[in-house]
C-alpha cells in the first residue's frame, strides 16, 4: 500500500496525555483564539490509552478517530488481516482489491508486503513505537478526498443508486510520521527511525470512522 496505486484510483514524552498549546495576536494586536490557530498549535501526546503511543491536535483528532487510525497501524505491525479489513470501509475496500488491484493482492499479502518493507528499513524486525499526526485537513473541492469521495459515490451509485457521500459527516486528510523501534523494545516516542509524510483518508460515515489508503 505504501507503494501507492491510484487508478485507476486516483488511486516525550510522558504517562498518560501531555497536552500544550500556543497563543499569538494577530495584525490588531487582537487575540488569536485557539479555533483560529493551525493544526499543530495544541498538540496532545498520548502513550497509553490507545493501542499505539500517538500525538495529535486534540481540535482536529477525535478520540473515535485515534481508534481507527492506531487500530490499522496496529494491523499492519501484527500483520493483522482482520483488524486490517475491519478498519476500512468495505465499499472502497472491495473496490481497491477487485479493481484498482485486479484482484492480484489480498488483505494478507498486502500486510506481509508492507510489513517487510518496513522490516527492512528497521533492519529487523519493528514495532510502531509512536504515530505523530503532523497535520489533517478537511476534505475540499478539487483535491484528492474530493477524488475519493466521487470514486465512492460512482461505486454506491451502481450498487443501490444512491451517493454514499450523503452518509459521510466528516472526512480527513492525514499526513503522519510512523516511528519504529525494534520489536519487543516496548519503546514509546520517537526513535531515530521515521517515516515520514505518509498521506492517510479518514472519514466517519454515519456513525462509525474508516481507514483509506490510496
Excluded at 519487543?184 to 520517537?190: A, D, H, I, V
Aim: aromatic content about 14%.
Amino acid at each position: 500500500m505504501y507503494y501507492a496505486l491510484m487508478r485507476k484510483c486516483i488511486a516525550l514524552l510522558f504517562c498518560g496525555a501531555l497536552a500544550f498549546s500556543a497563543t499569538a495576536c494577530n495584525k490588531d494586536d487582537g487575540i488569536i483564539t485557539e479555533d483560529e490557530m493551525p493544526y499543530g498549535a495544541t498538540m496532545a501526546v498520548n502513550l497509553d490509552d490507545y493501542i499505539l503511543p500517538v500525538q495529535y491536535d486534540y481540535r482536529f483528532i477525535t478520540e473515535d478517530m485515534l481508534d481507527v487510525i492506531t487500530r490499522y497501524y496496529y494491523a499492519i505491525q501484527t500483520q493483522n488481516d482482520e483488524l486490517f479489513q475491519e478498519v476500512q470501509f468495505p465499499l472502497y475496500h472491495d473496490y481497491q482489491l477487485n479493481e484498482v488491484l485486479d484482484g492480484e493482492y489480498t488483505d494478507q499479502v498486502i500486510l506481509e508486503n508492507t510489513h517487510k518493507a518496513i522490516t527492512e528499513f528497521n533492519e529487523g524486525d519493528f514495532a510502531f513505537s509512536f504515530i505523530d499526526i503532523t497535520d489533517a485537513e478537511k476534505g475540499k473541492e478539487y483535491t484528492t478526498s474530493a477524488t475519493l469521495l466521487e470514486i465512492m459515490d460512482s461505486l454506491s451509485e451502481e450498487k443501490d443508486g444512491t451517493k454514499i457521500s450523503k452518509k459521510i459527516k466528516h472526512f480527513y486528510e492525514l499526513t503522519i510520521t510512523r516511528y519504529v523501534a525494534d520489536a519487543g523494545s516496548n519503546m514509546k516516542g520517537e526513535t531515530n527511525k521515521a517515516l515520514q509524510g505518509e498521506k492517510l483518508f479518514v472519514f466517519q460515515c454515519e456513525d462509525k470512522w474508516y481507514i483509506l489508503y490510496c
